[in-house]
């Protein structure tokens, strides 16, 4: 499985590699929007783990690229600014899920294995056996 | 304009004094002149009365001088020799000192024997002398009023007759007659019978000629009106008729003569001459009205053969009538217009002040509040302008107050907000950290190789993140401006939801937890979550406020705003009996992350956030606190009606 991390504060990123390569994920980390969408139009990703808050094109618009040219990849986003607001217009916009920053590990986990399982069953009918 | 109290008052005024005088108007112009009239006759018929005694004391006096000089010795001696020459100087002195016309003595056969006069010793027939031949008939002493003929005047003395001789003048109201002159004359006469030891010798006769005399009348002007003027007129008027002719008179004709030859009214003639009866009324005399009293006049016979009149100018009582009304239409005038002056002056010092007022209030319109409203009155308006003034100072009061409590709740909201975006701003940048300290924390406790301690401080260590945590989270509601989500409540449901979520620390602690919830409360449009966890933040802090054996009362009630003037609402009471806050942090109590809580216990941002909440729902929270004896909490929260009526009707 492979997990692109976008987040400008390297503590996150840190942390996400830390728990999500424990958890044996393949883990690519990018600081900035604009290196996440270079990294998505050469490689595959299962997932998206994305900040929202983030200098120059911030989550909401790194969030619109991806669903316009990649609209199957997963997204969940993750704020340390977690306002209703905010996760109502982050949901609106299509991502999956919404984690509030701080987390656990296991919160973490949590809901990346929920998403995951999501899409490999909305996938596994039309495409076969995936993964 | 004209409905101004200045107007009205005057009006009013003009009113009264209108009504006053006018009717001082009709009393002293009709009543007061009708009692003057009737005064007027009631003197005039007292004037008549005296004319009548000075005209019967004239006759009386005549008497009198005949009976003294028919018994003096010398007329008896000579009339017994017939020495007429000795009679006639002595009829002459008699007649001269009594001013008699004629006087004469008759011999016992009717024949005069002689007179005063031009022709004392008349010769052959001499003319009928009436009052002589009825004492000659009679034989006893006669006075009186007597019809004298022309030819019997010519004989006493041509001049008599010439005086008799009267030429007719015509008036307005005289019956109109053929003859133009009259010629007979009337007379007051007497005549005594002479007697001599019991034999009749003859007669003495004498007497005045009424005809053109002026001394009756003129005396009884003189005494009895005194000669009152009246415009160069005499006022009082008196005369002597000879039938209805005037022939002694002091009624002045147009000329300025007297009006001897006029004759008098036929109405007032046919009334007194023909009838008898004394006259008393007004009645035009010559050219004049008069107030009039008329007698007929009875001769030596029993005829009536004239009239004695007295009157007085009605111009007089016109006159006073005329003065009371003039002098009664200027007082009139005089009350009116001093009613206007009153008026303009009452109603000026009474409209002063209230104009005052009136632009005291239009500048407190313009937000001037300390408007000049001029000296205090002493009247009613003084109160208006005492409370006028009381009213400016408890507006001043409540804008102060009002402005204070704006600044202080200014300065809250200031303070929430900057500190809510502090705090946001904080929060964000903490929370990335904390997801470090997290990760590696767990992590390392993953691991099964670590020793027991290391495992045991690793957990401290995520424990503590977990309350920083916490407190972060607890900032974070604290700087989110939520949206409310509102919907009608029963408030007192909702206090009963809240008040069983901490029954049971109550019970634990040993706190009695009571709530009175208030009648007829209206429905409240409210977040029920975010109201719900204010209330609970209340309760739990006096909860924790209060020792075991304590209480807690929550209660309801319908409520006006102390803040909010005429704004209905409800307001809700949390009173412990506590130990109670200081004044110091009474101050600070709403302020984010103040607390008086041990470290851990809070995060002092409850009260903080339940202000935001309460104030975000229009509303407001106050405390009441004594060190020692306990607090009270009180949300008010606004009702809004017609929403609420709406909601009512609907779900009707």
Known sequence: MKLLVVDDDAIVIKSCRRILEAEGFEVTTVPSADEALEKVKYYEFDLLLMDVKMPKHDGIFLMREIKKNWPDIPIIVMSGYPTPETIADVLKLGATQFIPKPFRPDELIKVVRQVLQKTLKKDSFPTGAGG | MFYSTRSKLILSFLGISFLVCGVALLVGGQLLYKTVLNEAYTRISLDLNAAREIYLSRIKGIKIALNITSVGPIFKTALEKHDVQTLVNRLNVVAQQTELDFMGVVSKDGKTLCRIGPNSFPKGNTPENPIANLVIQKQVAVSGTVILSNAFLFAENPELAERARIKLLPTKMATPRPEIEELSGMALAAAVPIFDAGTFHGVLYGGVLLNRSQEIVDRVRDTVFQHEIYKGQSIGTATIFFKDIRISTNVLAPDGSRAIGTV?????????????????????????????????IEDIFGQRVGMLYTGVLEAKYADVRWKALSLFILITVAGMVFAIGLGYIIANKMSRPVQQLIEASHQVSQGNLSPEIGPISKSEIGVLQKTFKEMLTSIQERDERLKKESEIKLLQSEKQASIGKLAGGVAHEINNPLTGIFTFTHMLLRRNDIPEEVRSDLETIAQET??????????????????????????????????????????????????????????????????????????????????????????????????????????????????????????????????TKEVGQGTGLGLSVSYGIVERHGGTIWVQSKVGKGSTFKVWLPTEEKRTENEIISRG
């Open chain 2, 264 to 296: 008098g009214s036929e109405e007032v003639t046919k009334y007194v001459l023909t009838d008898g009866k004394k006259w008393t009324d007004r009645a035009f005399v010559v050219n004049d009205w008069y107030i009039t009293a008329y007698e007929p």
């Open chain 2, 466 to 595: 977990e309350r920083v945590r916490k407190i972060v989270k607890g900032l974070l509601d604290f700087s989110r401006q939520t949206e409310l989500d509102r919907e009608p409540t029963d408030v007192n449901r909702l206090v009963r939801q809240t008040m069983t979520l901490v029954e049971n620390q109550a019970l634990i602690k040993g706190v009695n937890l009571t709530f009175e919830s208030g009648d007829g409360l209206p429905l409240v449009t409210l977040d029920r979550n975010q109201m719900q966890s204010v209330l609970l933040n209340i309760i739990i802090n006096a909860l924790d406020a209060t020792d075991p054996g304590g209480s807690i009362t929550v209660s309801t009630n319908v409520g006006i705003s102390t803040s909010h003037p005429g704004q209905n609402g409800v307001e809700i009471l949390c009173t412990d009996t506590g130990c109670g806050i200081s004044p110091e942090n009474l101050n600070k109590l709403f302020d984010p992350f103040f607390t």
